[in-house]
């Protein structure tokens, strides 16, 4: 890594706390080049100067990397297929080996405004209406590294871009509208809860209050593109251990396991969207 890259991601992890290390370093020049250009600081030393007096500048540093865009059902296609197929799977299995209450464990890791978390929580709510006799609890999570996307999660509006996706019958039964700002409904956001998590942190392997891991699906979309890759297998190994046995991970449309971790640890589940299944390497060690 330049060492000027370095020593500004080492003033904002110190001052932030925020470690931005496991970055791909393309993305990371091109931010700080375009953060320099908004500054008018001219070059990097100017801009890592200018970063040490000024915070609100590390907070914008900090939104210009975490590139937060993100819609309700984004990839149509992979929402249709977690509701239609993954979430019936998961809940009947526990419904019908259930010894004891199950609950249904989901965690968004990189959720941004909430639209994913959110997309989430209507399509089990749905699916629970349609299914009363399969309904079990849920517990959503949703965590992102950066503090303002989660504060604007937990308002939960939304412009009329975010909801384009939406289903007609999903919109006017799960949000209000006033002057052109779409509301998610309190049902939902109960549903969910937010917190700060850094999945790269290397303390904590799942969030504070999610400790047990134990999911049946994690959604990571539009995440590891950013992360330079010689940290993918970290991050695959965290997701792996935070599955349930047999749960399923969730990726963008651009993403896939790392090599050391596809068909070995995490199975495909549909070529047609990045839905995979967690597995446990074959041993002969037995
Ligand atoms: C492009 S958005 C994706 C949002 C949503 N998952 C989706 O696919 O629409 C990427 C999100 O990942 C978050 N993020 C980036 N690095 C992260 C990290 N190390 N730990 C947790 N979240 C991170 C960003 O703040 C941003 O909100």
Redesign the pocket.
């Known amino acids: 890594m330049k060492p000027e890259i370095f020593q500004i991601l080492d003033l904002v992890k110190q001052q932030q706390n925020r470690d931005f290390f ?1 970055y791909s370093e393309t993305l990371l020049e091109k931010q700080i080049l375009s953060r320099i250009n908004e500054t008018r600081t001219q070059d990097f030393l100017n801009y890592f100067e200018f970063l040490k007096k000024n915070v609100k500048e590390i907070e914008n540093f900090i939104n210009a990397l ?6 309700f059902f ?1 990839n149509s296609f992979t929402f249709e297929y977690l509701g239609k197929v993954i979430l019936p799977q998961i809940i009947s299995q526990k419904v019908s080996s259930q010894s004891f209450v199950s609950v249904l464990r989901i965690w ?5 405004y909430g ?2 978390p959110y997309s989430v929580a209507i399509l089990v709510k749905e699916f629970f209406e349609k299914n009363p006799k399969l309904q079990i609890p849920v517990q959503i999570f949703a ?4 503090d303002n ?1 989660i504060q604007k999660a937990l308002k939960g509006e939304y412009s009329l871009d975010s909801i384009a996706n939406v289903k007609y019958y999903l919109l006017s039964k799960y949000f209000s509208q006033k002057n052109g700002v779409f509301k998610i409904n309190q049902s939902i956001k109960d549903m969910v809860k937010f917190s700060i ?4 942190d290397k303390e904590q392997n799942v969030p504070i209050d999610c400790e047990q891991g134990e999911f049946d699906m994690i ?1 990571c ?3 590891i593109i ?1 992360f330079n890759p010689q940290y993918l297998s970290f991050i695959f190994d965290r997701l792996h251990k935070a599955l349930d046995d047999k749960g399923f991970l969730i990726l ?1 449309s651009t993403e896939c396991p790392d090599l050391s971790f596809r068909n070995k640890y995490f199975k495909e589940n549909s070529h047609l969207c990045k839905v995979y299944q967690k597995m446990f390497p074959f041993t002969n060690n037995l």
């Open positions: 496991m975490t590139i937060n865009f993100s819609r984004r968004s890791a990189g959720c941004s639209e994913e965590t992102d590294i950066n996307v998590f850094d999945i790269t959604l979309r539009n995440v950013y963008g």
